[in-house]
């Protein structure tokens, strides 16, 4: 299987250099947004000069089914680094399973990552080591309301990847936050194959299995599209099997490498995303750098880039009418999908990951 290739060229070595500590909330098992996210500033600060050490928490591996505590923590220190079949990291990075709080070694900063990794920070010895809470998403699909603001009002230095969580961190706590948007790989995610040379009717889309991507509103879409448009091709990219019952017109990819999703993205004139929410969205500004028009849903994190009538057609959530008549007005007006196209690579181009990864090794040297 191809390897999720986390970013390889990075900035110079800096003068100024910490031991940091990143805790990732569990083993990973696929590749994933947020996780790319995290480690492709791993990679970036480790080639700075600084200490990197990524956790893997496994305390709750396999609970329902181990009972064991010291069975569980074998197995922990079996898969954690399971991460090697999908990214890579700089070789000298430090990586650790995680099962017991002592397992974690003095940092100069210590970086949580997740809800559940900034509630075990916090019960951390209070001592010198600077924190830093990571705010990808709102997590509340594995915990409530109430717990999530609490998280935010922990004494961390908080870091979101959109201004829509900047205003729900800022509401429940007294702290600056700094808003660092996440960004792409522009030599990786790129336009290679003009829009004009593409299949006419042709379809690229993320599949994920959690309700809040909407992936079900997609599937009713395609099969919607194909009753129209016999000739479409769709091309699906998912981390699961590979679900029953896809409409014909599918071809499914399960856990590529960012190469060949790029790849993917410039063989198809559109990219559709269903979204009801996410922290931010990046494969919609992926597919934006490689010159697919996007069809998005509104959902928050999609409002970091995607303009309706600009650079994108944008839906309510769950609209799949709405997004059908999207995708037939850019399949029967070249005008209007050029427009899209061309102004979508033009918005990618703006958040490149040098840029956001120099802001956060500023944020952390100013800690």
């Known amino acids: 299987m191809d390897k999720e290739v986390c970013i390889q060229k990075v900035a110079k070595k800096d003068s100024t250099n910490s031991n940091i500590g990143i805790i990732l909330p569990h083993i990973i098992f696929g590749p994933g947004g947020g996780v790319k996210v995290i480690l492709e500033y791993a990679n970036f600060l480790a080639e700075k000069g600084n200490t990197v050490t990524i956790y893997f928490m496994t305390y709750n591996l396999y609970c329902r089914w181990i009972k064991w505590e010291f069975l569980r923590r074998i197995v922990g220190k079996l898969l954690y680094k399971r991460y090697r079949?999908?990214?890579?990291?700089?070789?000298?990075?430090?990586?650790?399973?995680?099962?017991?709080?002592?397992?974690?070694?003095?940092?100069?900063?210590?970086?949580?990552?997740?809800?559940?990794?900034?509630?075990?920070?916090?019960?951390?010895?209070?001592?010198?080591?600077?924190?830093?809470?990571?705010?990808?998403?709102?997590?509340?699909?594995?915990?409530?309301?109430?717990?999530?603001?609490?998280?935010?009002?922990?004494p961390m230095k908080k870091v979101v990847v959109s201004k829509w969580l900047e205003s729900k961190v800022v509401e429940h706590c007294n702290d600056k936050v700094a808003y660092i948007p996440n960004s792409i790989d522009l030599s990786i995610f790129n336009l290679k194959i003009p829009i004009r040379e593409r299949k006419p009717h042709t379809i690229t889309l993320h599949y994920r299995t959690m309700e809040c991507k909407g992936s079900k509103y997609a599937i009713e879409l395609i099969s919607k599209l194909e009753e129209r448009y016999p000739d479409l091709e769709t091309k699906i990219i998912g981390v699961s099997k590979c679900p029953k019952d896809l409409p014909k017109s599918c071809k499914y990819y399960r856990s590529i490498a960012p190469q060949k999703v790029a790849s993917l993205n410039n063989i198809s004139r559109i990219f559709v995303c269903t979204s009801l929410e996410e922290g931010f969205g990046l494969p919609g500004l992926e597919a934006m750098a490689c010159g697919c028009a996007l069809v998005t849903t509104d959902y928050a994190g999609g409002r970091e880039y995607a303009i309706d009538g600009e650079n994108a057609l944008v839906s309510k959530p769950k609209d799949v009418d709405s997004m059908f008549q999207n995708v037939v007005r850019l399949f029967e007006d070249e005008e209007l999908l050029r427009k899209i196209s061309n102004n979508g690579v033009a918005t990618a181009k703006k958040f490149e990951f040098g840029r956001s990864a120099e802001d956060f090794w500023k944020l952390i040297k100013g800690l």
């Open 85 to 154: 079949k999908y990214y890579n990291l700089a070789a000298n990075i430090k990586t650790c399973d995680l099962f017991y709080t002592n397992d974690i070694k003095q940092h100069d900063v210590l970086i949580a990552t997740e809800l559940r990794t900034a509630l075990l920070v916090n019960r951390l010895p209070k001592n010198s080591t600077k924190l830093v809470y990571f705010v990808q998403g709102f997590e509340t699909w594995g915990s409530d309301e109430e717990t999530v603001f609490q998280t935010y009002q922990f």
